[in-house]
């Protein structure tokens, strides 16, 4: 039997619906590369064992990405990704992007800056570059 | 067809109504949450549905068929108190359980059974703790293969890791056979995270049935002036005021009036809008 290739966390405290996490979880995934095309998602029963959630929500999270034509549920084989969402930018542990942004990351480290300093930056910046209004 | 539907069902107790006028109806494949303080009314309702009380007014079906004083064979219900032979051992009640049962599966059982790592088959159910007790209720209820599953506050007195255990159980169920489950708490706390439709009952009446996502994005949450509240629209379901401020919860608010500011509410405080709301009729 196939395994699925990931696997959901849940945070219960996050104010975030469990539905909406799953949904964000799987984009997040295809986006860096975790998930392409072909691959399955873990199926309701998968997740269930794994964390306690109502499946009926885990089914419902999949049909919301199945609308928006990531993934396709095969009858009887499970819910398959049909589309990438990653590019070179994104994709493995190499790309250059995230290697210059892993480079910044260990200087505001070496140089004291704590996780709120850094969230605090990178939001700062990203606004900057990707306002608000412009953003779908 | 739905698992359960209830058309202005009432039971009164000597001179005590326990329920009045309840009207609702389950869809198929929901876990449904059934929440309400003590002495609510979920067990009379809970107990109705497993046709061990008579409405006194009304009618309750399930699968379609009026509960006459008899469980429906696609019917299971665990009682509150989890009556089990405590002298018996696991392997023993198992198949008590089966020989009292027209429709059995040993297999489904062993399965559920198989998930606890930690019942001993050969102990007494007597001497297990809450959590296994109520798993091997929960394992038993299964075994009757049932469509609807009705279980009356499987999770009070439970710690933490036989909570999330027995929920899983109950979630596997719902993933491996797409049961329609009505569950009881009187935490929705217990519940929130695996139901996805409410029942909230107070004071003998359903307060609110419906998809949960539908009911929240139904009501809103205003806050403003305590001067000016003649503006906002909606159903005011309950209110809190200081000398300045109003919070307000409303269904079918549409958009908040100028100077005020609106939210969708979550769960917890619309339970509490409710049950607040309930208490104050009560009071009145």
């Known amino acids: 039997m196939l395994t699925g290739v990931i696997e959901f966390r849940i945070d219960r405290r996050s104010g975030v619906s469990t539905y909406v996490q799953i949904v964000q979880q799987?984009?997040?995934?295809?986006?860096?590369?975790?998930?392409?095309?072909?691959?399955?998602?873990?199926?309701?029963?998968?997740?269930?064992?794994?964390?306690?959630?109502?499946?009926?929500?885990v089914l419902k999270a999949y049909r919301e990405l199945e609308r928006e034509g990531l993934v396709e549920a095969r009858r009887g084989l499970g819910t398959f990704v049909t589309t990438?969402?990653?590019?070179e930018a994104t994709t493995g542990d190499d790309a250059p992007l995230r290697r210059e942004l892993a480079g910044w990351m260990g200087r505001a480290r070496e140089g004291g800056l704590v996780v709120e300093d850094v969230d605090a930056l990178y939001s700062a910046v990203r606004d900057e570059h990707y306002p608000a209004e412009e953003r779908p | 067809m739905n698992p359960l539907s209830a058309t202005a069902v009432g039971k009164r107790y000597r001179t005590r109504w326990a329920l009045r006028e309840c009207s609702f109806a389950v869809p198929e494949g929901k876990v449904v949450a059934l929440v309400?303080?003590?002495?609510?009314?979920?067990?009379?309702?809970?107990?109705?549905?497993?046709?061990l009380v008579r409405p006194t007014t009304g009618e309750l079906r399930t699968f379609d068929t009026p509960t006459d004083g008899r469980t429906h064979p696609d019917v299971s219900f665990l009682a509150q108190d989890r009556p089990?032979?405590?002298?018996?051992?696991?392997?023993?009640?198992?198949?008590?359980?089966?020989a009292m049962n027209d429709r059995w599966s040993a297999d489904r059982v062993r399965e559920v059974l198989g998930l606890l790592a930690g019942v001993d088959r050969d102990a007494k159910v007597d001497t297990l703790s809450a959590g296994a007790r109520t798993q091997v209720a929960i394992a038993m209820a299964l075994?009757?293969?049932?469509?609807?599953?009705?279980?009356?506050?499987?999770?009070?007195?439970?710690?933490?890791?036989?909570?999330?255990?027995?929920?899983?159980?109950?979630?596997?169920?719902?993933?491996?056979?797409g049961t329609t489950v009505v569950v009881s708490s009187h935490l929705l706390s217990d519940?929130?995270?695996?139901?996805?439709?409410?029942?909230?009952?107070?004071?003998?009446?359903?307060?609110?049935?419906?998809?949960?996502?539908?009911?929240?994005?139904?009501?809103?949450?205003?806050?403003?002036?305590?001067?000016?509240?003649?503006?906002?629209?909606?159903?005011?379901?309950s209110a809190t005021r200081t000398g300045r401020q109003s919070t307000l919860l409303l269904r079918g608010a549409g958009r908040a009036p100028e100077g005020w500011a609106g939210t969708e509410p979550d769960l917890e405080s619309l339970v509490m809008g409710y049950l607040r709301a309930s208490r104050e009729r009560r009071l009145r």
């Open chain 2, 84 to 98: 089990l032979y405590r002298d018996l051992t696991v392997r023993e009640l198992t198949r008590a359980c089966a």
């Open chain 2, 143 to 177: 075994g009757r293969l049932p469509r609807l599953l009705l279980l009356d506050e499987p999770l009070s007195d439970l710690d933490p890791l036989a909570r999330d255990e027995t929920l899983r159980i109950i979630m596997t169920e719902v993933a491996d056979r």
């Open chain 2, 36 to 51: 309400g303080p003590n002495g609510a009314g979920k067990s009379t309702l809970l107990r109705m549905a497993a046709g």
């Open chain 1, 84 to 87: 990438s969402l990653s590019s």
């Open chain 1, 26 to 57: 799987v984009r997040q995934a295809m986006r860096l590369g975790l998930l392409n095309p072909g691959d399955r998602l873990p199926s309701a029963r998968e997740v269930v064992e794994a964390t306690t959630v109502n499946p009926n929500t």
């Open chain 2, 191 to 237: 519940l929130r995270e695996v139901c996805d439709h409410l029942l909230l009952v107070d004071g003998g009446r359903v307060q609110v049935d419906g998809d949960i996502e539908e009911v929240l994005a139904e009501h809103r949450v205003l806050v403003g002036p305590v001067a000016d509240e003649s503006a906002v629209g909606g159903t005011l379901i």
